[in-house]
T-cell receptor
Framework: DVKVTQSSRYLVKRTGEKVFLECVQD?????MFWYRQDPGLGLRLIYF???????EKGDIPEGYSVSREKKERFSLILESASTNQTSMYLC?????????????FGNGTRLTVT | DQQVKQNSPSLSVQEGRISILNCDYT??????FLWYKKYPAEGPTFLIS?????DKNEDGRFTVFLNKSAKHLSLHIVPSQPGDSAVYFC???????????FGTGTSLTVIP
């Protein structure tokens, strides 16, 4: 069974802080993703990575960066947290496109920026 | 621009009856479609998928129907159970990209 683990379930940070959200998957998946979920807006893609050290911007990358130094680990970085980044953050992984396999999600990190 | 749309934010159904959740998409290049279920404070869990070469896929109480000409898919849950109460997201992907596109979700309440 695929396991995607996010390091924190709940985080409270202050405006201007640098925030790191960590995600680890145990299935040797090529692709990893960061989404945020907000009421009425669904899941919006922030960044994704299809290989180590490779990254692509999603729909809402502003204010975020990512790091993928190892295949199993994908980090989301909020360079200077702002209140509009208060959200549920979801990490996911998947195999290659040709496998027609689904995204597997972690349990999410509820981030509050005050 | 929302490429995957779920126009019903919420749905209530009696226990034992059928729940039908709908999803529309605009990108004709989508060829793989998925449904996810999400409980509060948890990540989405994969329910069922369908590729564009099919028009129906079943898994137990869950059936997904795909109408490519109408760019529409639906999820049927029969019979509905109180534990099915959750937010349901549909998602889609093209055969050339790694990105999954999600709808805004439909909150299903199954009334005992």
């Amino acid at each position: 069974d695929v396991k995607v683990t996010q390091s924190s379930r709940y985080l409270v940070k202050r405006t201007g802080e640098k925030v790191f959200l960590e995600c680890v998957q145990d299935m040797d998946h090529e692709n990893m993703f960061w989404y945020r979920q907000d009421p009425g807006l669904g899941l919006r893609l922030i960044y994704f990575s299809y290989d180590v050290k490779m990254k692509e911007k999603g729909d809402i990358p502003e204010g975020y960066s990512v790091s993928r130094e190892k295949k199993e680990r994908f980090s989301l970085i909020l360079e200077s947290a702002s209140t509009n980044q208060t959200s549920m953050y979801l990490c996911a992984s998947s195999q290659e496109v040709y496998d027609n396999s689904p995204l597997h999600f972690g349990n999410g990190t509820r981030l509050t920026v005050t | 621009d929302q490429q995957v749309k779920q126009n019903s934010p919420s749905l209530s159904v009696q226990e034992g009856r059928i729940s039908i959740l709908n999803c529309d998409y605009t990108n004709s290049m989508f060829d793989y479609f998925l449904w996810y279920k999400k409980y509060p404070a948890e990540g989405p869990t994969f329910l069922i998928s369908i590729s564009s070469i099919k028009d129906k896929n079943e898994d137990g109480r869950f059936t997904v129907f795909l109408n490519k000409s109408a760019k529409h898919l639906s999820l049927h849950i029969v019979p509905s159970q109180p534990g099915d109460s959750a937010v349901y997201f549909c998602a889609a992907r093209t055969n050339t990209g790694n990105q999954f596109y999600f709808g805004t979700g439909t909150s299903l309440t199954v009334i005992p």
